[in-house]
Structures are given as C-alpha cells and as structure tokens.
Nanobody, 124 residues
C-alpha cells in the first residue's frame, strides 16, 4: 500500500521560504501516469491545489502561486519537495501531499493516495 508522509518545520517566519518534503513508501514516484501533488487548506477556507510533479519529472503550478512555488523530486529517496518563497501569514495552512492520475485535484476523493497533512504557521 502506498503511503505518503509530509515533513518539515511547523513554524516559518514571514519572508522566509517554506520547505516541505513528502516521503513515499510502498510505491515509486516514477510510476507511469501518476502525479505527485501539494495542496493546502488555510484555516476556515477550502482546499487549494498548489502544484504537482509528474512521473516523468514535469512540473505544474497553480498560476496564482507559480511565482513563489517550486516542486522538485529525489528519485533515489522516493521523495518530492515543495518550496514556497516569501511567505506571509496568509500562507498559514495545513499542507498535504497527494498522488493520483489527475494533475489538478480539488478534493481528497480525486486522489488515490493522501498524506496526513502537516500544519505550517507563518509568524514572527
């Protein structure tokens, strides 16, 4: 069974870069036709798709976040990473990694695999 686990700091200062890693077990991030995504849910708001990296390494970003977002992968560690630069308190959210055959998903049910989520707070 494929499992995803997010890791990274829970507190980030404004203007810094948020960096999160998703470690995948039970499956490979190079599996054909699978996309590995980052999503977030700010308090009191809906789920927001941030971006994805595909099985071939291609990347896809939410246009509203593209200028601040970078997603990369380490196939030797079976991990993919999110970097979000110039964070503000509005970036406070629970961040999720997920995977499925969709590039852009709007809800958990659209994905095959879903991490437990990690709270990130942006505050000085």
């Amino acid at each position: 069974q494929v499992q995803l686990q997010e890791s990274g700091p829970g507190l980030v200062k404004p203007s810094q870069t948020l960096s999160l890693t998703c470690t995948v077990s039970g499956g490979s991030i190079t599996t054909n036709y699978y996309y590995w995504s980052w999503l977030r849910q700010p308090p009191g708001k809906g789920l927001e798709w941030m971006g994805a990296i595909g099985y071939s390494g291609s990347t896809y970003y939410n246009p509203s976040l593209k200028s601040r977002t970078s997603i990369s992968r380490d196939t030797s560690k079976n991990q993919f990473t999110l970097q979000l630069s110039s964070v503000t308190p509005e970036d406070t959210a629970v961040y999720y990694c997920a995977s499925g055959t969709v590039i852009v998903g709007k809800s958990e049910r659209e994905y095959h695999y879903w991490g437990q989520g990690t709270q990130v707070t942006v505050s000085s």
